[in-house]
T-cell receptor, first 113, second 114 residues
Framework: NAGVMQNPRHLVRRRGQEARLRCSPMKGHSHVYWYRQLPEEGLKFMVY????????ESGMPKERFSAEFPKEGPSILRIQQVVRGDSAAYFCASSPGGEVGYTFGSGTRLTVV | GENVEQHPSTLSVQEGDSAVIKCTYS??????FPWYKQELGKRPQLIID?????GEKKDQRIAVTLNKTAKHFSLHITETQPEDSAVYFC?????????????FGKGTKLSVIP
């Protein structure tokens, strides 16, 4: 089992560009969670998705951020018109059901220049 | 919502000594408390967890204690080794419909001095 796979590992974007972060859950897992980690901070919950459904997006900024988990393919976290404050590490995790104790992927480190 | 406070923010110990990290939480309904270890540039890794029906749990050199009345829980690392150096995060999650969501503390940077 390859674990939770995230790509790219590092992503550099200029202000105003779009960032697309991908997360492939562990085999057999249909629940995905995205967290953001600002420098020197703990992880903060952003969104919880099941296949083709957003269950809870209460931690996601209302503008510029969106997430999806299609029937086929990885979950995508999309950030439009990135700003410097979006620079952070974005981690996803997966589980077979909606419970904690899940495993995180290696993260995508987004740098906005 | 839940709020988790973690102390200290940095901790230096001599190799072989013990390290203790403490967390408090605000939501008395929270019932799951994991601890994660994060090495520089890497993903957080679950090292131990405890549920609210248990007061203490131990795994080799690592132990976690929970005081539900006081709403605090602690991580204890004995016989510390240089490879224990990392940032440690505590977290809490509620029961029921929101049980999938972890609220993290801000982390403790542990340095073990050889």
């Amino acid at each position: 089992n390859a674990g939770v796979m995230q790509n790219p590992r590092h992503l550099v974007r200029r202000r105003g560009q779009e960032a697309r972060l991908r997360c492939s859950p562990m085999k057999g897992h249909s629940h995905v969670y995205w967290y953001r980690q600002l420098p020197e901070e703990g992880l903060k919950f952003m969104v919880y998705l099941q296949k083709e459904n957003i269950i809870d997006e209460s931690g996601m900024p209302k503008e510029r951020f969106s997430a999806e988990f299609p029937k086929e393919g990885p979950s995508i976290l999309r950030i439009q018109q990135v700003v410097r404050g979006d620079s952070a590490a974005y981690f996803c995790a997966s589980s077979p059901g909606g419970e904690v104790g899940y495993t995180f992927g290696s993260g995508t480190r987004l740098t906005v220049v | 919502g839940e709020n988790v406070e973690q102390h200290p923010s940095t901790l230096s110990v001599q190799e072989g000594d013990s390290a203790v990290i403490k967390c408090t939480y605000s939501d008395s309904a929270s019932n799951y408390f994991p601890w994660y270890k994060q090495e520089l540039g890497k993903r957080p890794q679950l090292i131990i967890d405890i549920r609210s029906n248990v007061g203490e749990k131990k795994d080799q050199r690592i132990a976690v204690t929970l005081n539900k009345t006081a709403k605090h829980f602690s991580l204890h690392i004995t016989e510390t080794q240089p490879e224990d150096s990392a940032v440690y995060f505590c977290a809490a999650s509620p029961p029921g419909a929101g049980s999938y969501q972890l609220t993290f503390g801000k982390g403790t940077k542990l340095s073990v001095i050889p």
